[in-house]
């Protein structure tokens, strides 16, 4: 039997037809510009790690018309001059790691394995709490909306599992 699908095309197997899932592919999309992110944010620590640190972060200032002299960005620049070339290179390494893994999980929901909404789920709800602990010491709109999305991604992903992560054996 072959199924005519709603675009015209046909599917010799009509058990194996996905519906449209807008909310899945809003997750792949962040789940993949975060991996994104996340790299290039690695490939600029390691491209500055040998560099003069306190020199880049001045100038850093200076660009964004920021000043240095306040107290949060003084308080930065003694913790930016601690920081050593090793340091560097291990956050550049760790960033790179969480990368992939954001990229990984992005991949395996574009081809819905059932892994890949697993490892979503996981992701996503580990950071939960730690936002919550955030929002009760130190409120911040930044943090209350990735909590958000967060429990969305969470919720969305548990309830709708086995609609988008079926399994077909042959």
Not at 35 to 57: I, K, Q, W
Request: aromatic letters at 12%; a positive charge; hydrophobic letters at 50%.
């Amino acid at each position: 039997m072959i199924l005519i699908v709603a675009d015209g095309t046909t599917n010799p197997h009509p058990q194996i037809v996905k519906k449209r899932a807008p909310t899945l592919y809003a997750i792949i999309a962040m789940k993949l510009l975060k991996g994104l992110l996340f790299v290039v944010l690695a490939l600029v620590a390691y491209t500055l790690s040998d560099n003069d640190l306190p020199y880049e972060y001045h100038r850093l200032l200076h660009f964004l018309r920021l000043n240095p002299e306040s107290k949060f960005f003084s308080d930065l620049a003694v913790h930016v001059g601690q920081l050593t070339e090793v340091k560097v290179l291990h956050v550049a390494l760790g960033t790179l790691l969480y990368s992939l893994f954001a990229l990984v999980e992005g991949v395996g929901l574009m081809y819905r394995v059932s892994w890949a909404g697993w490892l979503a789920i996981g992701d996503s709800a580990f950071f939960i709490p730690i936002e919550v602990y955030e929002l009760a010491h130190r409120y911040s709109k930044l943090v209350l909306v990735i909590l958000i999305i967060n429990v969305i991604i969470v919720c969305y992903l548990l309830k709708n599992r086995r609609r988008l992560f079926r399994h077909h054996h042959h």
